[in-house]
């Protein structure tokens, strides 16, 4: 099984619409991020969590919620879905400490599609 | 700030050739760690190789190896005797120490290589 996996895989949705991305790991991690991938703009960082106390604001976080229900979930809410959310979503995990060596460990992804 | 830059959008290698794939990188964090995974077609980011600030040698992992040149910021990924299955895109990554004392990775924007027969 998946260390990290991610509900929906795919996903089509309307304008306006809420959605929320899962993400649920085995792996034991602290850490916890969620990226967004668009073509040619390579990850950029939504928001992450160290655990589950903790919440912090990535490079674009406008338009997004996350929550962390336990060490193993965080999930990633559009609370209003709009057409340039579509893109490829990752859910990444971690161990903590302060090693620049920290490997992240990736889902498959999901990929959102707002029309 | 940490900025992570790959100015190669496309990259085409003959089968069995070498490739190099460029990345640089800016920090004023001394303690840093870089990174290259690859993502094929199917989407699944794959973990291939890092780099400590403070590694004396180059590291290597089989066909994979970084070329580590730390006076000049640069971080690129060779990738020997290029296969079929090399086919995908790219990215490099940093993690540096952010405020907080935390370490939060940046990744470059992406190469896609492309192997051909």
């Known amino acids: 099984d998946a260390d990290v996996t991610q509900t929906p895989r795919n996903r089509i949705t309307k304008t306006g619409k809420r959605i929320m991305l899962e993400c649920s790991q085995t792996?034991?991690?602290?850490?916890m991020y969620w990226y967004r991938q668009d073509p040619g703009l390579g990850l950029r960082l939504i928001y992450y969590s160290f655990d589950v106390k903790d919440i912090n604001k990535g490079e674009i976080s406008d338009g997004y919620s996350v929550s962390r229900q336990a060490q193993a979930k965080f999930s990633l809410s559009l609370e209003s879905a709009i057409p340039n959310q579509t893109a490829l979503y990752f859910c990444?995990?971690?161990?903590?400490?302060?090693?620049?060596?920290?490997?992240?460990?990736f889902g498959p992804g999901t990929r959102l599609t707002v029309l | 700030a940490q900025k992570i830059t790959q100015t190669q959008p496309g990259m085409f290698v003959q089968e069995k050739e070498a490739v190099t794939l460029d990345c640089t990188y800016d920090t004023s964090d001394p303690s840093y760690g870089l990174f290259w995974y690859k993502q094929p077609s199917s989407g699944e980011m794959i973990f291939l190789i890092y780099?400590?600030?403070?590694?004396?040698q180059n590291a290597t992992e089989g066909r994979y190896s970084l070329n580590f040149q730390k006076a000049r910021k640069s971080a690129n990924l060779v990738i020997s005797a290029s296969q079929l299955g090399d086919s995908a895109m790219y990215f490099c990554a940093m993690r540096s120490h952010a405020s907080g004392g935390s370490y939060i990775p940046t990744f470059g924007r992406g190469t896609s290589l492309i192997v051909h027969p």
């Open positions: 990444a995990t971690s161990v903590a400490g302060l090693a620049a060596y920290n490997e992240q460990f």
């Open positions: 792996k034991g991690h602290d850490r």
């Open positions: 780099q400590g600030s403070y590694d004396q």
